[in-house]
């Protein structure tokens, strides 16, 4: 049966309600924004990497409970990962929401919290907002990044 | 008629909702297993069992092209279609069925006015007044044609209500106007603009006005001759008939002294190697094979619409707001956006710090249909520094319960986040 608190779990609720490395990171090396026009959803990624370890990373913009969620639980799990590790991670996420593979639930941890959005296609991209912004700063890509 | 009659047709306990609801199939469902409170007319409106077997008859009995056949189909096909335009123009009030022409939508007709007549009478230092509470149809063609010509484009301001502010019009308003574009009714925040007024104040400086009809016509009782606007323009969509099909009405001599828009079939008289002539009115702007059914649907959305009498249903609508409005005040946190004293039934609101989307999916859970979002009005999100809104808008199939339920669902959105 439907069930609104199958998309807005306890946890999304509460990153949403107090988000997770929000701000601006002041000495950033790489930082690129995000827009989703549809929605007006806007959010600027912030990270501090050390060769090819991310020692840090922040977010601020504004958007919805779900992409502010997301972005709050992605920042959380890409600390101390390395490049190639957020990239894999991003694939992972990825089929979470738009698959119906088996995904590896234990290497994504508490961002299973947000398998709930594939039954809503129009929250997709919310979802997904933070990780699109994530992929083109990790593929070296400067350009905004809009969902479509 | 007389007075007494007069009053009993405005009287909306005669309004029998369940009869009216019954010409809907579409509102008969369950959604997210919950039955389906359809708040979102101001996006499109659902369409009546006499415009579905309009369009059904026209498939299954008569489907041919029109203007050129001479065979029966045909000529059924072109009496319809052009009975259509017949009764566009009495619901219109216009002067001739040579002023009403056929295109996609709203926005097809306003691009059409702003490179037709724009283009051709549009110059460098000419002004072009629009407002901050337009539909992005009644902006981004304006803009376009500023940048083609070097034209200047002015806004009329709002309040914080959500109204224009006419002084500031006032000022706008000069010899160098040369076009004045509007929204009867606002989508974004239901405000109904004084029409009549606005229009009188640009031809008293000799600028023409487009008026953009699209929320007004489901709602209100329009009248161009008496309006004495230049333009106007509707979507089929939103009066309860077909999607791609609109309405332009025009001036006839504004018209008939303006270029083709498109060109093609139907829109000549004669066509040679080196030269073509120009059909009459209307057909000149109708190039190519038409939306023949989409005109004969929205023939028989007026029909309906006419058989309700849109008097009794604004009357009915209003009842809808004034309840919802009453209801909603209660809930802490609700924020109305948009606050005119002359509105139509349109709700806009913020829930505290809910995002807007959140609200929509969590009211469709509860099988409530709402829009989420900008409106396709940036300008005017941007006017009360938010970056979208919840919009409940409400057509005469609504119903009072639906607003319970409407507000029920609003508590949920506040449950889930605590
Ligand atoms: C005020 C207003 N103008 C214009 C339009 C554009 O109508 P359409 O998309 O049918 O062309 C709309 C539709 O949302 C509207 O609300």
Redesign the pocket.
Known sequence: MFDIKDLYQEVIVDHNRSPRNFGKLEDADRTLEGYNPLCGDKLTLYIKTDGDKINDIAFDGSGCAISVASASLMTDAMKGKTLQEAESLFNHFHSLVTTDDDVDMEQLGKLAALAGVKAYPARVKCASLCWHTMHSVIQGDNTPVHTE | MNKQNTAMNTDTSTFDIEKIRADFPILQQQVNGKPLVYLDN???SQKPRQVIETLDTYYQEYNANIHRGVHTLSEKGTAVYEAAREKVKTFLNAESTKEIIFV???????NLVAQSFGRNTISAGDEIIITEL?????IVPWQILCEQTGAKLNYIPINDAGELILEEYEKLLNKNTRIVAI??????LGTINPIKKIIDMAHAVGAKILV?????VPHTKVNVKELGCDFY??????LFGP?GI?VLYGKEALLDAMPPYQSGGDMIQTVSMIKSTYNSLPYKFEAGTPHIAGVIGLGAAIDYVNELDLTVTAQYENELLDYANEQASQISDLKFVGTAKDKTSILSFTLGRIHPHDIGTILDGEGVAVRAGH???MPVMERFGIPATARASFAFYNTLAEVDALILAIDKCQKVFG
């Not at chain 2, 996609?104 to 306003?110: D, N, Q």
């Not at chain 2, 337009?134 to 009644?138: L, P």
């Not at chain 2, 929204?183 to 974004?188: C, L, V």
């Not at chain 2, 953009?212 to 007004?216: I, K, N, R, T």
Request: charged fraction near 15%; hydrophobic fraction near 30%.
């Open positions: 101001a996006a499109t996609r939508g709203a926005t097809e007709a306003i337009e539909h992005h149809s009644n929204g009867h009714i606002s989508n974004a953009d009809g699209a929320q007004a323009v509707f979507s089929g969509h939103k999607t609109g409106h396709c009005a």
